[in-house]
């Protein structure tokens, strides 16, 4: 039996998770002693030296902390990105656990720089260092600890861990990415050797680059398993892209598969629509976002697999994890012993952590032991509730400038670059939206045009794909390609909706992005506009890959 094995494991997690309880009941405390260790290695860096913020030393530590500027990527990319890091070949050649030069935002060595979707470009690069990677260990310890104690009764401990393939488009030259090429490896070593005594997917699926064969093998290894206990992904579209993908090539999986599971298992696998519950009869936990545009499809999850407990990640980035989710807590708190929080509200007011109320929001601004001092993350919260003396943030959603639905972070600012780049010298009229059905993807909006909306949507689906973590989405088929609408009638249209419904877009005469998906009847409205038009029929996710 592994239940005696989950429990030692367990165990082995305790002093984590102990360290973090105790944190929770002294916030004003713990909050101070993170914030004195990363302030030490900002004076030590580069960063901080240029500054020359040392030299009041007769000031108290938050005067001197307040004179760090808040920054946003841009603000420090020259320290993040010189001339030897991610962009150049030295880079791209250099070991991941080869410390790297360079000037730098901290004094301790650069493991690596992990790849994530920019604001202003296609991508920025994130430094990591071992301090850095102990706060995820951290999070992960604490998270997997409270699951054991408070959560499901696991027996078999067989665990989906979500592995990030390195994808290609063979029409799409991209840069060598860098950084990790499986999630897991955000923990310590001795995490992810015991991590790997249970891990159901193999390492080969984060070397699989077509989406198809990794769609198919990843199929292949969780049928196999009918002791699975866990899944852990990030948007649960991608749960429900693979259940479609088993769906719809359970002949060929079912050939391949052959005499590895048994009649019973085949037989289910027959079935129309498959019983899922009784694929993995021991499922007891599916973590995946919950939160903002996933909500709709977090509670699909909870209806396909009734008594399945769905948990909703917490607030996790390329930059830091923020908060995790606690049984005991119900609902999310800030990982206030690893990162230094401040909260801004909407009169641009700073305020600690133990100074936020109940009800109110706020813009996050996190610095965290990797180097990032006072960075703006993009992230919105509300304060839910208080546990152990601590607030528990429930996220709102991405900065009002950033669309997210399945983790493709689209900001404005690349969109608009992205619509100079496919020259729409004619159209005065440009907006681009999220629609989340039939399947999640992105239409534009255009008043008039030179090319025909396919050309069009061509050209924007190619652009886009300097993005990761749209092209990641895209290829996976969490995100269909995109559609454009061409109509001089769309801008008033747009404004009459907004005016007769009282609901509030914002400016969209002059809005690039909008952040919201678009509400069903009005996108009705819109495609009664366009009829004369060609509009290009969505494909299939399972055709996405073939479409170019």
Known sequence: MMRPIIQLFSFLLGLYAYRFSQALKNPRRSQRSVQQE???????????????????????????????????????????????SPGSQEFKNSSQNTPLPGKSLTPEPILFYEKTSGSRGPAKWIPYTQSLRSSFNAMFCVWVHDLIQNGPKFETGKF????????????????????????????????RALLSLVLVAPPRLKHL???????????????????LEAISIWSPSFLKVLLDYIETHRESLLEKLGDKISGDRSQLLKQSPIPWTQIWPKLKLISCWDSSHSREQSEFLRKLFP??????????????????????????????????FEFEDKTQKIYKLHEIKQGEEYTLIISQKGGLYRYRIGDRVRVSHFYHKTPCLEFLGRDRSISDLVGEKLSETFVKTVLEDISLET???????????????????????????????????????RSPHYRHARLLGQLDRPRVFISKEIPHSLIRYRTQSGKKWGDLKHEILANAPIDSELLQELETLVQPNFIPEVPSNWQLCRSY
Not at 164 to 186: C, F, H, R, W
Not at 320 to 334: C, E, H, N, S, W
Not at 450 to 462: C, G, T, V
């Open 38 to 84: 990363i302030y030490r290695n900002f004076l030590s860096s580069d960063y901080g030296k240029s500054l020359d913020l040392g030299a009041a030393s007769q000031t108290s530590l938050n005067e001197q902390w307040n004179q760090i500027p808040v920054v946003n990527y841009e603000d420090i990319q020259d320290w993040i990105e010189p001339a030897d």
């Open 209 to 227: 680059q077509d989406p198809d064969e990794f769609k198919e093998q990843l199929s292949l290894e969780l049928l196999c398993e009918d002791r």
């Open 427 to 465: 159209t005065f009229f440009k907006t681009l939206v999220p629609v989340t059905q039939p399947v999640a993807h992105y239409l534009l909006l255009l008043d008039e045009a030179q090319e025909s909306p396919e050309a069009i949507a061509q050209k924007l689906d190619r652009a886009l794909m």
């Open 307 to 340: 008594g399945v407990m769905v948990q909703g990640k917490g607030l996790l980035a390329t930059e830091a994890p923020m908060t995790i989710p606690l049984i005991a807590a119900q609902g999310f708190v800030p990982l206030l012993n690893e990162v230094f």
């Open 160 to 191: 989906y861990f979500c592995i990030s393939p390195q994808l290609k488009d063979p029409q799409i030259v991209t840069e060598n990415a860098g950084g990790l090429a499986d999630d897991s490896e955000y923990l310590d070593g001795w995490l």
